[in-house]
């Protein structure tokens, strides 16, 4: 299946269920990889909207805006992130954002 077949399939799937988190990351996963970095951070901002727990839309809303040079943006997303990862004891998904902070932070 093509990632344009998958991009299809998952905005019927949300035409039907537009509060459906999961599909609505996985289109903006989809935009990511295609580098349509906008759409996909319109899509993961949806995501939090019905779901700010959410925690892979931060880490990935952190990536785009640190790809675009938005290094505010990203390490507030990131920051948001861990702290939900915290909460939620989730310590993987925490050390990877973690992780990734610390590299914007050291590059900037």
Request: proline letters at 1%; hydrophobic letters at 40%.
């Amino acid at each position: 299946m093509t990632r344009e077949e998958r991009i299809k399939g998952l905005t019927e799937l949300l035409a039907k269920d537009p509060g459906d988190a999961f599909s609505r990351y996985a289109l903006a996963v989809e935009y990511e990889a295609l580098g349509d970095k906008m759409k996909a951070a319109a899509e993961l901002r949806l995501v939090l909207e019905h779901d700010q727990s959410y925690i892979a839309a931060y880490r990935l809303l952190g990536k785009i805006h640190a790809g675009l040079n938005r290094t505010k943006e990203a390490k507030e997303f990131y920051r948001k992130g861990i702290e939900l990862a915290e909460k939620m004891n989730d310590a993987h998904a925490r050390e990877e954002m973690e992780e990734e902070l610390e590299d914007i932070e050291d590059e900037w």
